[in-house]
């Protein structure tokens, strides 16, 4: 049995080791298809956040049972990013607002993302529990991992 799991501890530790670097694309087309995923995923991120923001500055109604789906659905995404940005388009000549510098630095840019799941998994126990005092807090959470991301890895 300790055998089986050092083997089974040793092998995800060498897998969290080559997942930090990305790939990089072997041909134009493949990079633009990979630049077109992750922005169809992150225009699906941003179609989640969208309510929450509007339910932060008062123009909606705080509404528990939105806010339970949206931040499930940003975790859903959330846990996509990763596997979308694990192909390095850097080489080529992409319309996209990602810099470079994301595929240079995949570790941190992934400490990025497992924010934002954090984020949104507290929104979802938040929301869960109907604290209307917690919701502001939680969602500033999501929106703060949006935004340490968007300063460091996006063109303005």
Not at 75 to 85: G, R
Request: aromatic share 8%.
């Amino acid at each position: 049995m300790i055998k089986k799991t050092m083997a089974v501890l040793v092998g995800a530790a060498m897998l969290s080791t080559f997942s930090v670097f990305a790939e990089p694309a072997k041909s134009a087309k493949q990079a633009k298809g990979a630049t077109e995923y992750r922005q169809a995923l992150l225009t699906l991120v941003k179609s989640n956040v969208g309510a929450l923001g509007a339910m932060n500055k008062g123009v909606i109604p705080f509404n528990a049972e939105t806010l339970q789906t949206n931040a499930l659905r940003i975790e859903q995404l959330s846990l996509m990013l990763e596997d979308y940005f694990a192909t390095d388009t850097s080489g080529f000549n992409i319309e996209t607002a990602a810099l470079d510098k994301i595929w240079s630095s995949q570790s941190d840019f992934n400490d990025k993302i497992s924010a934002l799941t954090a984020a949104a998994v507290n929104l979802n126990k938040v929301a869960k529990a109907g604290d209307e005092s917690q919701f502001k807090p939680a969602i500033g959470q999501v929106f703060k991992s949006c935004k340490g991301c968007h300063d460091k890895y996006k063109a303005d």
